[in-house]
Each structure stands twice: as structure tokens, then as C-alpha cells.
Nanobody, 116 residues
Framework: QVQLVESGGGLVQPGESLRLSCAAS????????MSWYRQAPGKERELVAR????????NYADSVKGRFTISRDNAKNTVYLQMNSLKSEDSAMYYC?????????WGQGTQVTVSS
């Protein structure tokens, strides 16, 4: 079955960096579009970044452009989110996502807290 397992979250101070990882299994990862979403308390889940199967094409939310970088290693079935210059407003639960045959699959999430 499809499994997405996130890791790498934590508590950091404003301006610091974190790298999230999402290990995928149960599907043809090298053919799949992968995304990172986030959800803060009381807010809707929002798309942060997306990467297409070859890793060449990416999309970012305006709020993270220039600070976050999504990448993937198809040999390791893993997608990453490098987050630099973190701000308090980046605090949220971050979720890995893929859509297969019109069905969305989600990981359990990893918490990112940016606070001084």
C-alpha cells in the first residue's frame, strides 16, 4: 500500500533552516508528482511546493519562493523540502502528498515550529 513518512521537523529560531524528508513506498515513485503541504492551527491546508516526476519542474507558494527548495531522489524514493530563512509564519504541520489515479495520499505530518 501507499506509504508516505515525513521526518525532519522541529523547533528552530527565526532565520534558521530545516530539511524535511518524505520516504515513499508502495507506488512508482519515479512517475509520481510529489508535493508538500502545510496546515497551521485554525487555517486551511495549503500547498507549499510541488515537484514533478523528473525533478526538473517545480512550483512554489509565493510565501516561500526564494527560501524553500523542493527536490527528490528517485533512487531513494524520497522527496525533500529545504527550508531556509524560516519565519514564525512558517510554523505548521507539514505533510507530504502524492495523487495517484485521482486519489490523494498523505503522510502523518511533521511539526515545524519557528519561535524565538
Amino acid at each position: 500500500q501507499v506509504q508516505l513518512v515525513e521526518s525532519g521537523g522541529g523547533l528552530v529560531q527565526p532565520g534558521e533552516s530545516l530539511r524535511l524528508s518524505c520516504a515513499a513506498s508502495g507506488f512508482a515513485f519515479n512517475l509520481a508528482r510529489m508535493s508538500w503541504y502545510r496546515q497551521a492551527p485554525g487555517k486551511e491546508r495549503e500547498l507549499v511546493a510541488r515537484i514533478f516526476n523528473t525533478g526538473v519542474s517545480t512550483n512554489y507558494a509565493d510565501s516561500v519562493k526564494g527560501r524553500f527548495t523542493i527536490s527528490r531522489d528517485n533512487a531513494k524514493n524520497t522527496v525533500y523540502l529545504q527550508m531556509n530563512s524560516l519565519k514564525s509564519e512558517d510554523s505548521a504541520m507539514y505533510y507530504c502528498n502524492t495523487r495517484l489515479w485521482s486519489t490523494d495520499y498523505w503522510g502523518q505530518g511533521t511539526q515545524v515550529t519557528v519561535s524565538s
